[in-house]
């Protein structure tokens, strides 16, 4: 169990499941599997796992299952990982925390079951945590299809196409409100990165944002550039901060490039739209649906954050604007399409084969 007490963890257990069992069921949140292992759409129960789980997961941590944008050299640092259950393997993503970033366990576990209760299609959603000594882990659903910061920046074979993006923002925006609706509207250092995609191409926004990097520590890890104005005043995040923070998503989609918002405002103001739209898109796009999301965000990049629209202004503007909404995400996305494997293997392997094939069959991707 590790330092935090059983008795503790009992009762925030005995809490979630009240809180799950009393929600009403929502078309939009993921249905979650009753015996908490995974199946077809479900999520994993929240619950709290064992260092020596996560190590397994991990090869002990291997550098080599690091999936962090910075590598070993983030402050917090990400793995992939793979859980052995009764049925199937399963995925995972592991936040390790530096040393002593949460000094007091309860106030860890605490948070953890917090943005744990949620539940949601647009989420990578959080499954659990482990607490044990002066370690401090969150585990969330892997996402295999790389960060959106990867399609946008850094692509290989095909830039997003125009519905694609507008799907982006819809999902996030989605995303955001449901957070905020559940109270949790504080989302630390939203950007490209935060944004993955799943096996079937479906964007959603990663949890690990919804939880600061330590307890007293900096809620941005981004250029300073980018972050809202009223942060650099006084170091604190409102939900008019993440907002802002989402503005500069929407630029990221419309330009294919991260550029400063004080610079695009400038272009935005000297109705530069079509400079600053994406080049590779090559006049794909409908130059009304480009000029709505552009006055989103110019109004999500205000200086004063009264001035910002809400999580339900930004679902309201890019709803209608959704096309293509009968073809698939991974279609868009030009990945293949997502087939559910066999509870067993056709041919079983030994341990050892089944290891190797797992952990070679998976894409490397980066994200915090």
């Known amino acids: 169990m590790g330092c935090c007490e059983s008795s503790f963890i009992q009762r925030r257990q005995h809490q979630y499941l009240h809180h ?18 995974e199946s077809a759409g479900a999520v994993l129960g929240f619950s709290e796992f064992s260092l020596a789980d996560l190590k397994n997961a991990t090869n002990n941590f291997s550098s080599d ?6 590598g070993d050299k983030a402050p ?25 970033a949460w000094p007091d366990p309860k106030q860890f576990a605490d948070e953890a079951w917090g943005v744990g209760k949620l539940r949601h299609k647009r989420l990578a959603n959080l499954i659990g945590y482990c607490c044990d000594g002066d370690e401090r882990l969150l585990v969330a659903e892997y996402m295999p299809n790389d960060t959106l910061a990867k399609h946008l ?31 949790r509207s504080l989302y630390h250092d939203l950007n490209a990165y935060r944004v993955l995609f799943d096996e079937n191409g479906d964007p959603r926004l990663s949890c ?3 939880m600061k990097n330590s307890r007293d520590g900096k809620s941005y890890s981004t250029n300073l550039a980018y ?5 650099l005043r006084n170091g604190r995040v409102t939900p008019e901060s993440v907002i802002f923070s989402f503005g500069t998503v929407l630029l990221d989609l419309l330009s294919g490039k991260h550029i400063p918002p004080t610079h695009a405002l400038d272009m935005i103001r000297g109705k530069n ?17 480009a000029t709505v999301v552009f006055d989103l965000a110019s109004r999500c990049l205000q200086y004063e954050p009264r001035e910002r629209p ?38 079983p392997l030994s341990a050892m084969g089944d290891a190797v094939q797992g952990w070679t069959s998976q894409p490397s991707i980066k994200f915090c």
Request: glycine share 4%; hydrophobic share 35%; charged share 20%.
């Open 310 to 347: 809400n999580t339900k202004d930004l679902v309201a503007t890019v709803a209608p604007l959704q096309n293509k909404s009968d073809v698939p995400s991974y279609a868009m996305l030009g990945i293949p399409k997502h087939e559910e494997a066999p509870l067993t293997p056709q041919h």
């Open 273 to 289: 739209i079509i400079l600053l739209m994406d080049s590779h898109l090559e006049g794909n796009f409908s130059t009304e649906q």
């Open 153 to 183: 920046f850094h692509w290989e074979n095909q830039t997003i196409e125009w519905a694609m993006r507008l799907r982006v923002a819809l999902y996030i925006a989605e995303a955001l409100d449901y957070c905020s609706g559940e109270g």
């Open 208 to 210: 690990f944002g919804l």
């Open 227 to 231: 972050t809202p104005p009223e942060y």
């Open 20 to 37: 799950r069992n009393t929600t009403a069921t929502d078309n939009n949140q993921a249905p979650q599997a009753s015996n908490g292992t």
């Open 76 to 100: 917090n640092v990400v793995y992939k990982g793979r859980l052995q259950n009764q049925n199937s393997p399963s995925w995972i993503a592991i936040k390790k925390f530096t040393k002593l």
């Open 65 to 70: 299952f690091i999936v962090s944008e910075s």
